[in-house]
């Protein structure tokens, strides 16, 4: 089994569920400002199943995690609130995946500090490209200053790269030549308007349509992770 913890906004809740009720006693947010003692159990009950599959379990957002950050602020080990109780039920799935926000705060630095890996996604935006070396300093600083040592950066993920669009296959290209950032590039998501309307229809995009390029190139990203997985492993 699978569990996919929803660390964001509610929207991947919604997709992945049918649901973006989820409050203060059934989410994430639950787990977060439980007491310490009895946040593995508060995860565990919290814990739903997907709609996309049933080997796919799901830790929900809520729209009140907004307000979680204000409260755990100068908490003592804060940034563990995620990693402590995740770290009771990871022996029961093949793999976690803790989707963050796209900036940086302290509800990042927990889905860090509870992750081995770190994927970077990036839209083939000049901004968003010129930033990734600060977000792998972040990421560093991180595992340093938390002693973290097995985080790692397991790769960048180029989405939504439409090759029609000069600028797209120019940045992928300065992408591709950097001396640092290139080693780095794990993927390439071309943009599929297949996956708005599987988001649409709370479907995975695999599930959705199967034979579209955007299916075929995660397909091809997750086949790489499960042979890294199996290696780590081995």
């Not at 204000?70 to 009771?88: F, N």
């Not at 839209?123 to 595992?143: A, C, H």
């Not at 040592?149 to 600028?167: C, E, F, Q, W, Y």
């Amino acid at each position: 089994m699978y569990c996919w913890l929803i660390h964001s906004q509610g929207h991947a809740t919604l997709v992945t569920t049918g649901r973006n009720d989820y409050g203060a006693d059934d989410s994430l947010y639950a787990v977060l400002i439980a007491d310490r003692q009895v946040a593995p159990q508060v995860l565990a009950n919290s814990i739903v199943p997907s709609t996309w599959d049933e080997n796919l379990h799901v830790l929900p957002a809520s729209h009140m995690l907004e307000g979680a950050e204000p409260e755990l602020m100068g908490t003592a080990g804060a940034p563990y609130r995620l990693a402590d109780p995740l770290s009771r039920i990871t022996g029961q799935y093949a793999a976690v995946v803790i989707d963050t926000r796209p900036s940086f705060s302290l509800m990042t630095e927990m889905g860090l500090v509870a992750a081995s890996d770190a994927i970077i996604p990036v839209e083939p935006r000049y901004l968003e490209t010129v930033g990734l070396m600060s977000v792998i300093r972040k990421i560093n600083d991180i595992r340093e200053g938390w002693r973290h040592p097995n985080l790692r950066i397991s790769g960048i993920l180029v989405t939504k790269l439409d090759m029609r669009v000069r600028g797209h296959k120019h940045l992928l290209q300065e992408l591709k030549e950097h001396s640092a950032l290139g080693r780095l590039l794990c993927g390439v998501i071309p943009a599929n308007e297949a996956v708005s309307y599987a988001h649409h229809n709370h479907l995975s995009i695999f599930a959705y349509d199967p034979q579209c390029p955007a299916s075929k190139a995660y397909a091809q990203l997750v086949g790489q992770f499960v042979r890294q997985m199996a290696k780590a492993d081995a």
